[in-house]
């Protein structure tokens, strides 16, 4: 299989904010490392049989249950313990496995800044395929400038998958995704914009990136645990305004 690229990411703490329910929160992460660029066509053709008509692009129309797949068929590629296993649809992060797998939301975040905190880390033209560029497909990986951790593209070109779940008591199962598409103006390609879907969800903008890294706790790393995701999902009450029912 084509080699993944990863760079290290130092530790440090990031500000995560959530616009709709006017929430905000930081964490302390551990250091991790993450792909240079998204998953392309070319290394999921390889590793899952499909074609790849555009090697360099983001691998796209991916959801997130066969992002995590991808993940582990890697890891046994490379002979890593794979860091996910499944009972049906439902998956189990083991958190202490040094295999490939999706990057939390605050990992995400936190590559993605590289010490920035404004909304780009960068001229937006200058590191984003946005829609600006009058794209009908995303570019080919690293076509534009990289932040200062090494990193292409986590900005524009591709929504990407990330581990943690949405609003478990509003959207149940959805997972968030990052960093904005080639069809995206402005206003969402920025590294604190928030999205969803559910794990089956497939859209031609939406890609992934992989991490590495394991943790000492059980159910609990860089910014997820199992506990705060099922005390989320018991919290009632109306959706925060502008809030699109789950469908």
């Given amino acids: 299989m084509t080699d993944i690229e990863l760079a290290y990411i130092p530790p440090g703490t990031v500000a995560l904010h959530d616009a709709r329910q006017k929430r905000r929160w930081s964490v302390e992460l551990e250091s991790f490392e993450i792909g240079v660029y998204a998953v392309t066509e070319q290394q999921v053709a390889e590793l899952i049989g499909e074609p790849a008509p555009h090697p360099r692009r983001p691998a796209t129309g991916v959801s997130w249950l066969r992002a995590i797949r991808f993940c582990n068929a890697a890891s046994e590629w490379e002979g890593l313990d794979p860091a996910y296993s499944f009972d049906g649809e439902d998956v189990t992060w083991h958190v202490d496995s040094d295999g490939y797998r999706l990057p939390t939301e605050a990992e995400w975040e936190h590559a993605c800044r590289a010490g920035s905190t404004a909304p780009h880390y960068g001229p937006l033209g200058g590191v984003a395929w946005t829609s600006a560029d009058g794209l009908s497909a995303p570019h080919d990986v690293g076509g534009r400038m990289p932040n200062l951790h090494g990193l292409f593209d986590t900005l524009g070109n591709v929504w990407e998958w990330c581990w943690d779940l949405l609003d ?18 402005a206003w969402s390609v920025r590294a604190s914009t928030r999205r969803g879907g559910s794990p089956r969800t497939q859209h031609e903008d939406l890609g992934f990136r992989v991490a590495r890294g394991g943790f000492d706790a059980v159910d609990a790393a860089q910014g997820w645990s199992a506990q705060a995701d099922a005390e989320r999902a018991a919290i009632s009450g109306p959706l925060p305004p502008g809030w699109t029912p789950r469908r």
């Fill in 168 to 185: 478990p008591a509003r959207y149940d199962d959805y997972r968030v995704f990052r960093g904005g598409g080639f069809a995206d103006d």
